[in-house]
């Protein structure tokens, strides 16, 4: 911009040095969000997965030796017998909805483990609850790609919007920067110049307001005697 002063931020350095930690804070609740959305989908996908693996007759841990052993730390298969169920609702608040629907699945907490997990069950007919099950650790770790894809496009999106921004921001201080060249010319004699920007209601307002400040000096100039 011309007729800059030393010492004066230009309108898009005002606002990024202004309103930067705000985009910061922005940015990090959308990416917050937008992962906490994609982990839940992940892992409600994976519980339905077991489920289905489940009713299929696939069970977590039965590979043969070297897959059961391999699948240990992921999870596993346990029956509870119809005698303990009770004991299990009352940690495991879902036991009840799988004593009324026969089946349900899930992920979080659970009694057997201390780690948070993603897991299916069935009630057999002789009341005994067969779950199956696996660490939600392991489900996440699968899914670091899609993660990591869920990270770069909100990346992008913010990448986008602050480029927007700047080229807008640049885009308004590069027209008051010409409004500054007019306005001097004006003052410096040459009153044929108009100004003519209307990108925004207030450049037009100020545009206007120039142009009849140049005209009723053209108006004193031209009519020296009145």
Aim: aromatic share 8%; net charge neutral; proline share 3%.
């Amino acid at each position: 911009m011309s007729g800059e002063i030393p010492g004066f931020p230009t309108i898009e350095q005002y606002f990024m040095k202004r309103y930067r930690v705000w985009a910061l804070i922005g940015f990090i609740a959308v990416l917050a969000m937008s992962l906490a959305v994609a982990d839940s989908a992940i892992s409600n996908l994976a519980a339905r997965t077991l489920l289905r693996d489940l009713e299929a007759g696939i069970r977590q841990g039965e590979r043969g030796l070297l897959g059961g052993l391999l699948a240990k730390d992921r999870g596993g298969t346990l029956n509870i017998a119809p005698d303990a169920v009770e004991d299990y609702a009352y940690t495991w608040p879902d036991m009840h909805r799988i004593q009324e629907r026969g089946k349900g699945s899930g992920f979080g907490r659970v009694p057997w483990t201390a780690k948070s997990a993603v897991w299916a069950a069935r009630r057999w007919h002789d009341g005994t609850i067969e779950v199956t099950w696996t660490r939600l650790f392991g489900v996440r770790r699968d899914a670091a790609g899609i993660y990591g894809l869920v990270i770069a496009a909100i990346a992008a999106s913010f990448g986008v919007s602050l480029l927007a921004a700047s080229r807008g921001a640049a885009r308004v201080s590069d027209m008051l920067g010409s409004a500054a060249n007019v306005s001097s010319r004006i003052s410096a004699g040459d009153m044929e110049l108009d100004m003519e920007f209307r990108a925004t209601q207030e450049l037009s307002d100020m545009s206007d307001a120039v142009n009849q400040l140049a005209s009723k000096l053209r108006d004193a100039l031209e009519q020296p005697g009145e």
